[in-house]
């Protein structure tokens, strides 16, 4: 009888341990709900670069990188993979580690040739952060590309009165016209009256910030506005 009553009291002082720690374990979890929850993944990473264009002598760009969870908060410890398509990156591409505020930096060094093989006035920079399930949360921006301008004209059949139109590639920011007969413009396709017949040395110049540039046509002027000869 005695030995029954024991093991009553030590089953039932099992139970009891068993419940506070069910009581207390769920008040734990209450009071910290995000403990039960996996660790944040990545959720969004944005790319700011500066400058936002170079010149095509070549430069530098700053690269930076915020990464934020799936709650849309600063996620330290990312790994971040910066991409490029032209230039070399400080880390040589190698995975950059997100510090405070989830932010994680690079730098592009860019050479005058490297810039010289860009067919387009752009070029393409990304950023890569693993999430969970081997998926990737990724964002990529252009870096425009400063160039000179490539000076062109053509002009049109006329009297002594030639029509010109300014066919030049790239930025174009100013314009400067030699007729080759004293006299100029400033305007991007003029029309301009010659004093005789004749052949005239023609030059447009055309600049913009970064440089200029410049073409002369040899340009043959017959006739008169009243005959047409």
């Keep these: 009888m005695i030995a029954t009553r024991r093991i009553h009291l030590v089953l039932t002082a099992t139970v009891w341990v068993a419940l506070i720690g069910v009581c207390f374990g769920s008040a734990a979890l209450a009071a910290n709900p995000e403990a039960e929850q996996p660790p944040a993944a990545a959720g969004s990473v944005t790319l700011q670069v500066t400058p936002s264009s170079v010149p095509e002598s070549g430069g530098e760009v700053e690269l930076l990188a915020i990464v934020r969870d799936?709650?849309?908060?600063?996620?330290?410890?990312?790994?971040?993979?910066?991409?490029?398509?032209?230039?070399?990156?400080?880390?040589?591409?190698?995975?950059?580690?997100?510090?405070?505020?989830?932010?994680?930096?690079?730098?592009?060094?860019?050479?005058?040739?490297?810039?010289?093989?860009?067919?387009?006035?752009?070029?393409?920079?990304?950023?890569?952060?693993?999430?969970?399930?081997?998926?990737?949360?990724?964002?990529?921006?252009?870096?425009?590309?400063?160039?000179?301008?490539?000076?062109?004209?053509?002009?049109?059949?006329?009297?002594?009165?030639?029509?010109?139109?300014?066919?030049?590639?790239?930025?174009?920011?100013?314009?400067?016209?030699?007729?080759?007969?004293?006299?100029?413009?400033?305007?991007?396709?003029?029309?301009?009256?010659?004093?005789?017949?004749?052949?005239?040395?023609?030059?447009?110049r055309v600049g913009n910030p970064v440089g200029s540039d410049e073409v002369t046509r040899l340009v043959r002027v017959f006739g008169s506005p009243d005959t047409g000869e």
């Design 70 to 204: 799936n709650r849309g908060r600063p996620l330290e410890n990312a790994k971040v993979n910066f991409l490029t398509e032209t230039g070399t990156l400080e880390s040589g591409g190698r995975l950059v580690v997100a510090g405070d505020g989830g932010a994680a930096i690079d730098r592009l060094t860019l050479t005058e040739s490297e810039l010289a093989a860009v067919d387009e006035n752009s070029f393409r920079l990304a950023v890569a952060v693993g999430s969970r399930g081997g998926s990737l949360v990724t964002s990529n921006v252009g870096v425009g590309i400063q160039r000179r301008p490539q000076a062109a004209f053509r002009h049109g059949p006329g009297d002594l009165i030639v029509a010109f139109d300014d066919e030049s590639a790239g930025l174009v920011t100013s314009w400067s016209w030699d007729f080759g007969d004293g006299t100029t413009s400033t305007r991007q396709s003029p029309s301009h009256t010659f004093p005789e017949p004749g052949h005239y040395a023609v030059t447009l």
